[in-house]
């Protein structure tokens, strides 16, 4: 659902953006093109904005906010996965934030950036680009060529899937299979 709170409102900046029914949009949301939102994220700008790049994803349960006088900004290609807390000021280009990944109040993740699984990166700490981050608080390590890669494929993989949720997701009814 896209939300107005007060004086700010959610802009979508493309025609190939899927947003789940039962996530939040919630503010100053802006949204390039093939976004794709799935259930139950927010992504909540009632402070400040939020800018989601073109070919982004945020998977179900995550979470982004914004602290006043600190606008974020996704970069294009960026994966967001499940359950992920997103405070961060910047995500730069072909990120990944894993699963339950936490990045606290004006962190700067640099571009083709890993943070691991349940990794913690702390408020104000900047992450270099081409970096791994593992561990609680965050440990920094050069990526893989490997890494990068498979990098790249999660964000393609969830920018394809925007046409079948487009087309494919219904409401389903169970009185319909008599």
């Known amino acids: 659902m896209l939300y107005s709170f007060e004086d700010r409102i ?10 789940a029914e039962s996530a939040n949009v919630i503010g100053a949301v802006i949204i390039h093109n093939h976004v794709i939102i799935l259930p139950n994220a927010v992504v909540r700008a009632d ?19 914004t602290d006043p006088d600190m606008p974020m900004q996704i970069g294009r290609s960026v ?25 606290l109040n004006n962190a700067v993740i640099g571009k083709q950036c890993l943070i691991a699984a349940n990794a913690l990166v702390l408020e104000n700490q900047h992450i270099p680009d081409g ?17 990068i890669t498979d990098m790249q494929w999660y964000a ?14 219904k409401r389903f009814y169970p009185q319909e299979q008599e």
């Open 156 to 169: 393609q993989h969830y920018t394809e899937k925007i046409k079948r949720y487009q087309t494919g997701l």
């Open 79 to 103: 994966t967001i996965a499940h359950h992920a807390m997103v405070h961060a000021r910047a995500i730069g280009d072909y990120s990944v934030v894993a699963i339950g990944a936490r990045i």
């Open 10 to 19: 959610p802009l979508l900046l493309g025609k190939d953006i899927f947003i």
């Open 131 to 147: 970096s791994l981050v593992m561990g609680s608080p965050g440990k920094i390590k050069p990526l893989s060529a490997q890494q």
């Open 47 to 65: 402070n400040t904005t939020i800018e989601i790049g073109e070919n982004s994803n945020i998977q179900d349960a995550a979470v982004l906010h």
